[in-house]
């Protein structure tokens, strides 16, 4: 039987540590969040597993989500500015809850990263927090962005999970079929800049705004 090689334990303590920042049970709040996911499944145009399927993937490629990966690759660089890019960042953000929303989970990820890194505690968008806390911890770029889309994806599914009649395990198989997507959004956003931030998912932000406005919901966005 083959001896297993030796651990290189500072870069699998920094592996630990990621993983534990972007754990979706890392306190930031994000289970009250939803990106104007309730009113897309309050209005029908989500409402089975194909339809959030579509949705999380459009989000993804077009919309926050892809937004979300190039600021994170823009923070992790050495020298990044991230107080230019928290501000730029904010600009980006098209509705007031939207805006709200990756404040105050920026806020909070920052808060208890910062007693776990050392690195700053200054509020900051989510994004620009989580790539200031992980730029010190020796994981590739790819790696952090794919663990961060990939735990985005999940609180949306846990989202449509509580709303929809759609059982854990058909969740779960839609966030697994999100796997190729989220790789290759991650690798691609791993050598983006800021030329390459845009995009056009005109239905989810149309949908964040709506939300704004519902008399009766369960998530903050």
């Given at each position: 039987m083959g001896m297993a090689g030796p651990?290189?334990?500072?870069?699998?303590?920094?592996?630990?540590?990621?993983?534990?920042?972007?754990?979706?049970?890392?306190?930031?709040?994000?289970?009250?969040?939803?990106?104007?996911?309730?009113?897309?499944?309050?209005?029908?145009?989500?409402?089975?597993?194909?339809?959030?399927?579509?949705?999380?993937?459009?989000?993804l490629e077009h919309g926050s989500g892809w937004s979300d990966a190039v600021l994170l690759s823009?923070?992790?660089?050495?020298?990044?500015?991230?107080?230019?890019?928290?501000?730029?960042?904010?600009?980006?953000?098209?509705?007031?809850?939207?805006?709200?929303?990756?404040?105050e989970q920026g806020a909070a990820f920052a808060r208890t990263a910062a007693a776990l890194t050392g690195m700053e505690a200054s509020p900051a968008v989510l994004p620009v927090a989580v790539g200031r806390a992980c730029a010190s911890l020796g994981q590739p770029a790819a790696?952090?962005?794919?663990?961060?889309?990939?735990?985005?994806?999940?609180?949306?599914?846990?989202?449509?999970?509580?709303?929809?009649?759609?059982?854990?395990?058909?969740g779960q198989r839609v966030l697994a079929d999100l796997?190729?997507?989220?790789?290759?959004?991650?690798?691609?956003?791993?050598?983006a800049t800021e030329a390459d931030l845009g995009g056009c998912a005109i239905g989810a932000e149309n949908a964040q705004a709506r939300h704004e406005t519902m008399q009766t919901r369960i998530f903050r966005t």
């Amino acid at each position: 039987m083959g001896m297993a090689g030796p651990l290189d334990t500072t870069t699998d303590a920094g592996g630990l540590l990621l993983v534990q920042l972007l754990s979706p049970a890392f306190p930031t709040g994000a289970f009250a969040y939803a990106q104007g996911l309730e009113w897309a499944m309050d209005s029908g145009a989500v409402h089975d597993a194909g339809s959030l399927a579509e949705w999380l993937r459009d989000v993804l490629e077009h919309g926050s989500g892809w937004s979300d990966a190039v600021l994170l690759s823009l923070a992790l660089r050495p020298g990044a500015d991230h107080v230019a890019l928290d501000e730029f960042a904010r600009a980006l953000c098209l509705t007031a809850e939207r805006l709200t929303e990756t404040l105050e989970q920026g806020a909070a990820f920052a808060r208890t990263a910062a007693a776990l890194t050392g690195m700053e505690a200054s509020p900051a968008v989510l994004p620009v927090a989580v790539g200031r806390a992980c730029a010190s911890l020796g994981q590739p770029a790819a790696r952090v962005i794919g663990f961060y889309l990939h735990g985005q994806a999940l609180n949306l599914v846990q989202a449509a999970v509580r709303f929809l009649p759609l059982g854990q395990t058909e969740g779960q198989r839609v966030l697994a079929d999100l796997s190729p997507v989220i790789l290759r959004l991650a690798a691609q956003a791993a050598n983006a800049t800021e030329a390459d931030l845009g995009g056009c998912a005109i239905g989810a932000e149309n949908a964040q705004a709506r939300h704004e406005t519902m008399q009766t919901r369960i998530f903050r966005t």
